[in-house]
């Protein structure tokens, strides 16, 4: 019997767009390469099912004061819980593109904070995450 293809999502946030102009073209791309793929904005998914995912893609902006993006609230509050251990999102494999601007102080704040949550909670980073300023 055949294993089931691994699945590919790719989870967005953005404030006034561009993350999701990227992600649109970063969806085109995978749909290319991988059937199985699909396209969520964070307030579409449980951060609770993260842990089941084979492959996760984040694009995500910096916001407000070096924040993360309004549709990111709920999911990056699930996130910091502390009872999740260093283990739960072990044998997930993910990636994060964040799009910023290099004129403010904090660039790309939330990327690298995502970034860096998802590697202490276990997953493991298929390539080192890129960052983009407008
Ligand atoms: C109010 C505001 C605050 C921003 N703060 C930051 C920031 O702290 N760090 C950063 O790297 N970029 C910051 N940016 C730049 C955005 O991240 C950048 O324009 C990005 O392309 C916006 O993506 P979005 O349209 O998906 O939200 C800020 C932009 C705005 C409008």
Redesign the pocket.
């Given at each position: 019997m055949e294993d089931n293809p691994p699945r590919l999502v790719i989870l967005?946030?953005?404030?006034?767009?561009?993350?999701?102009?990227?992600t649109e073209h970063v969806g085109r791309e995978a749909e290319c390469m991988c059937s199985t793929g699909v396209v969520l904005s964070m307030d579409e998914i449980d951060a609770a099912c993260l842990q089941y995912e084979n492959i996760l893609v984040f694009v995500?902006?910096?916001?407000?004061?070096?924040?993360i993006?309004d549709s990111m609230k709920v999911f990056w509050r699930f996130l910091l819980q502390r009872n999740l251990g260093q283990s739960w999102l072990e044998g997930v494999n993910y990636t994060v593109f964040?799009?910023?601007?290099?004129?403010?102080?904090?660039?790309?704040?939330?990327a690298k904070r995502l970034d860096k949550r998802l590697s202490d909670l276990g997953a493991k980073p298929i390539i080192g995450r890129g960052l983009?300023?407008?």
């Open positions: 967005y946030a953005s404030q006034t767009g561009n993350a999701l102009d990227v995500i902006s910096t916001t407000g004061q070096s924040d993006p964040g799009l910023g601007d290099s004129g403010y102080q904090k660039y790309n704040f939330a983009g300023g407008d």
